[in-house]
């Protein structure tokens, strides 16, 4: 075995003292971000807005209606009529979603993975509206 001269502790001490204070930064960076987080999902819970722009929306509603009914020319729609379609859609895809959510869950899992939509869409069956 070969022997090897030992590190003088002045260059040892300095580093040990840069990387704690790496990482006590990084720990509170990562408990403000999670903090933070956690702050605007329950804020987002309490409220009763929608959280699909208006506009991109309409947007997309009209051009489903285009593609669906291209020579009738329906150019108008009542704007209770698209509330209505998009407190449908959002409620949707919020039940959708936490459905999925469950699904990462029991798989041990915190991180939401294509496979856990693609298996809620199998376990809802042929009756669920996304899968006609």
């Not at 003088?8 to 790496?22: F, G, H, L």
Request: charged share 30%.
């Amino acid at each position: 075995m070969v022997r090897r001269k030992p590190v003088p502790s002045i260059y040892t001490s300095r580093a040990k003292d840069i990387s704690e204070k790496n990482k006590t930064n990084v720990v509170v960076n990562k408990l403000k971000k999670k903090s933070h987080v956690l702050q605007e999902i329950r804020h987002l819970r309490r409220t009763t807005h929608f959280l699909i722009p208006k506009l991109s929306f309409a947007r997309v509603v009209r051009e489903i209606i285009m593609d669906i009914f291209p020579r009738e020319g329906i150019n108008r729609i009542q704007s209770s009529a698209l509330e209505a379609l998009q407190e449908a859609t959002e409620m949707y895809l919020v039940q959708f979603f936490e459905d999925a959510i469950l699904l990462a869950l029991h798989a041990k899992r915190v991180t939401l993975k294509q496979n856990d939509m693609i298996l809620m869409r199998r376990l809802r069956g042929r009756g669920d509206i996304i899968n006609r």
